[in-house]
């Protein structure tokens, strides 16, 4: 039995659905915090479950039975998502759960801007620490955030950014998902204790972004470079996300353009491939599947 934590979210509905409709899967489950909001799943033969990262004991419940759990992180600050990611393993130990197949980020390092970065080293550490059997997927910025940017850029001619010549190796989300996929049809031992890094396959400035953006939708966006401070103070308007109840975007988005700029989310790895035996998608490709986004800046 699996259980995909977050799994109304973006990638944990992926990949419900991936292993809803691969016969290799019997038994799914999905933890969402709002069961009601999740019944449409149960005609499709998914157990639902209520998973409240916070509390161990409601942790305990819904891993009955459950053998490989799948842990995406909430949105939770940085000390709370880290506890919350020790809940989940403590709750595993005490059910029994052999698997738990951990989405974390690239950078973890103890010093990086990105507050978060240091809950998800701190769950990568009790996991090495634990009882359970482990694996972590560490993944680049998701190809699908530039959805919600683009359009913008298309719009206004102009890209704004304070990255710098850094350098971006997305991954999209479905890539993402199917790298669980791939983890889970194996057996437990055979990715037990492994990091994988997920990328796309080549690494991508936002000159490079914006210059498959003119060539595909023959525009002349440009690119210009500000002050962390400009960044953030404009950050609503040159991104154009609109960002009620998930402020955490608007504060933390700034601080990956540093992270971008140092260089900590430039790495190309095989991974995606080694997981799927397909090569991840690139962001041409991603575009391509994409295109109303920007289209419906020109109607």
């Known amino acids: 039995m699996i259980l995909i934590c977050a799994a109304s979210g973006r990638i944990g509905s992926r990949t419900i659905d991936r292993l809803v409709n691969d016969d290799r899967f019997q038994e799914v489950v999905a933890g969402v915090r709002d069961v009601e909001k999740c019944q449409d799943l149960k005609p499709r033969g998914v157990d639902v479950r209520a998973v409240d990262y916070d509390d161990v004991s409601g942790l305990e419940a819904a891993f009955e039975g459950v053998e490989r759990v799948v842990l995406i992180p909430s949105f939770a600050d940085t000390e709370q998502r880290a ?88 991954v999209s989300r479905d890539d993402i998902s199917a790298s669980i996929i791939g983890v889970l049809a194996a057996p437990v031992h055979e990715h037990a204790g492994k990091v994988y890094t997920l990328t796309g396959p080549q690494a991508l400035s936002y000159q490079d972004v914006c210059e498959v953006i003119n060539d595909f939708f023959d525009a002349q966006v440009k690119v210009r470079q500000v002050s962390v401070e400009e960044f953030a103070e404009r950050l609503r308007q040159i991104w154009g996300v609109a960002y009620p109840e998930t402020e955490h975007v608007a504060r933390v988005t700034p601080l990956f353009q540093v992270v971008f700029k140092q260089g900590m989310m430039s790495e190309v790895t095989n991974h995606v491939a080694r997981l799927t035996d397909v090569a991840p998608e690139d962001f041409l490709n991603w575009l391509e599947r994409n295109v109303d986004c920007g289209r419906e800046v020109f109607e």
Not at 138 to 143: D, F, V
């Open 83 to 170: 506890q919350q990611g020790r809940n989940v393993i403590q709750a595993a130990e005490t059910v029994g759960v052999k698997q738990i197949v951990f989405i974390g980020i690239m950078d973890t390092r103890s010093d990086s801007p990105l507050p978060f970065a240091h809950a998800y080293g701190a769950i990568e550490s009790a996991l090495s620490e634990s009882n359970v059997g482990w694996t972590v997927l560490r993944t680049s910025m998701y190809t699908d955030n530039l959805a919600e940017q683009y359009p913008v850029w298309l719009e206004c001619g102009e890209l704004l950014t304070c990255a710098g010549d850094g350098k971006v190796s997305y």
